[in-house]
C-alpha cells in the first residue's frame, strides 16, 4: 500500500484560505469515504481536525472543512491564523482493515 | 475522556528487542481500536498497524510482520508494541492512538515514544 500523495508544503497570509490536497488511488480515497486529516505541531502527537471526509470532532473550529472529488481529498483552512502553522496529514481507509497515510504537508503562514 | 500514557524512551543496540506501553486511562478501552504509528527524525507518519479490544486481533500493515507484535492485558487497560530484531531504521517516536473503530480516525494520541537504536 502506497502513501497518499501530498503537497510538500503550502502557505497563505493570515485570514487567506489555503488548501492542501491529498490524492490516492480507487482502492482508497476513491473507495471510501473515510478520509482524515491530522494536525501536528513540532514535537507534539497529531490531533484530528477531519473524519470522514467533511465531519468535525468537537472543539475543531469550523475553519477546518474537508472535501473529496474522485481520488483527491482536500482540507482547507480558512480565516489563516498564526496558530494554524503546523504539519498536517491526510489518512484513508484502504480496505481489508488497513489504512494508509499521507506523505504530509508543512503549512506556513506567512 | 481518554488519555493515552506511554512509556518512557529507550536506547537499544542494533539486534535487540523493545516493548512500548499505551495506557489508556479512560473509560473506553474495551471498545477501542488502538493504532500504532511511527515517524523517524524529521520524516512523515507511517501506520504500523492496529489491535482491536474487543477480541485482541491485530492486523499490520504492508512491511511490518514479523519484527512487530500488538498485544494487549485489559486487566490495566494498556496495548503494547513489541519491535524484535531492531535496525537502525527503526529508529523513531512511536505513537499509540485511539479510535472507537478502523475507519473514523484517531480521536486520542499517547505523547509518543522515542525508541532509538544504536551501537
Known amino acids: 500500500q502506497s502513501a497518499l500523495t501530498q503537497p510538500p508544503s503550502a502557505s497563505g497570509s493570515p485570514g487567506q484560505s489555503v488548501t492542501i490536497s491529498c490524492t490516492g488511488t480507487s482502492s482508497d480515497v476513491g473507495f471510501y469515504n473515510y478520509v482524515s486529516w491530522y494536525q501536528q505541531h513540532p514535537g507534539k502527537a497529531p490531533k484530528l481536525m477531519i473524519f470522514?471526509?467533511?465531519k468535525r470532532p468537537s472543539g475543531v473550529p469550523d475553519r477546518f472543512s474537508g472535501s473529496k472529488s474522485g481520488n483527491t481529498a482536500s482540507l482547507t483552512v480558512s480565516g489563516l491564523q498564526a496558530e494554524d502553522e503546523a504539519d498536517y496529514y491526510c489518512s484513508s481507509y484502504a480496505g481489508s482493515n488497513k489504512n494508509v497515510f499521507g506523505t504530509g504537508t508543512k503549512v506556513t503562514v506567512l | 475522556q481518554v488519555h493515552l500514557v506511554q512509556s518512557g524512551s529507550e536506547l537499544k543496540k542494533p539486534g535487540a528487542s523493545v516493548k512500548v506501553s499505551c495506557k489508556d486511562s479512560g473509560h473506553t478501552f474495551s471498545n477501542s481500536a488502538i493504532n500504532w504509528l511511527r515517524q523517524a527524525p524529521g520524516q512523515g507518519l507511517e501506520w504500523l498497524g492496529w489491535i482491536t479490544t474487543y477480541t485482541g486481533n491485530p492486523t499490520y500493515a504492508q512491511g511490518f510482520t514479523g519484527r512487530f507484535v500488538f498485544s494487549l492485558d485489559i486487566s490495566v487497560s494498556t496495548a503494547y508494541l513489541q519491535i524484535s530484531s531492531l535496525k537502525a531504521e527503526d529508529t523513531a517516536v512511536y505513537y499509540c492512538?485511539?479510535?472507537?473503530?478502523?475507519?473514523?480516525?484517531?480521536?486520542?494520541w499517547g505523547q509518543g515514544t522515542l525508541v532509538t537504536v544504536s551501537s
Open positions: 492512538a485511539r479510535g472507537s473503530d478502523i475507519l473514523t480516525g484517531c480521536d486520542s
Open positions: 470522514e471526509v467533511n
